[in-house]
């Protein structure tokens, strides 16, 4: 798999996503990882590969403990894969849409009443 | 996407639930949120054959002429931006009628592929900065034009 499936597949995940919003906040060791996760550490363990294969982590050892920290520079590729205008087009015809479902909606309503 | 020779061609599709006609005037009116001229803070807009745009949005401008103005079945026109490098790239819009609803489609051609419409640094930064929002396990922001666009905070 190329380097932008590897980062869009460490992304699709809620608990990747949740362990990268916590490395965020700075390293941190592998049972503090884990700690908020209602699962089995090799569970945790296997999200965390997932995620170094993506390049979003990294671990470095400390002394004797090893601290696992994020790496933003793969989202980079992430941002410069969508074209602005790509972003901008969607944006507003999913707004257009929307106006128009809205209307239909309270049009409905109103005859229902 | 369509990508030939360094020039871009993006096409969007939309099954919006009214007919051609409501839908043709919709997205010329500037009251009716989603078209592009809803958003501008300056707007100058005579939509007829050769009439011009201009609308700006957080110092960003955008100018165009329309080349085909066709109630309710067309609309084109041309489309400059900072991110077009000087080319007039064009907008073409096609509203076909699908039983009660309308086929709406929208292609952008004739974009310059460029460091500055990808990944630009405005983008990224405003990214990175929303990163824990989109990514974490708090509330999500969705992806804002006018976010994306405003002035880098350092």
Partial sequence: MDRLTDVLTALSHPTRRAIIGQLANGPARFLDVAKPFDIALNAVTKHLKLLERAGLIERR????????????????????WVHEYERFWNERLDEFEQFFKNKKERRKSNEAL | MKHSKNILEFRFERTIPAPPGEVFDGWLNPK?????WNAAEKLILDPQVDGLFYWTLKGTSHYGRFTEVERPGRIQHTWMSPNTLGQESIVTLTFKKQGEETLMTLVHSGLPDHELARGHENGWNYFLNIFHEQFGDGPRRKYRWEDAHSPVKK
């Fill in chain 2, 32 to 36: 009716i949120p989603g078209n592009p």
């Fill in chain 1, 61 to 80: 050892k400390k002394g004797r403990e090893v601290y696992i920290s994020f790496r933003g520079e793969p989202l980079r590729e992430v941002v410069g």
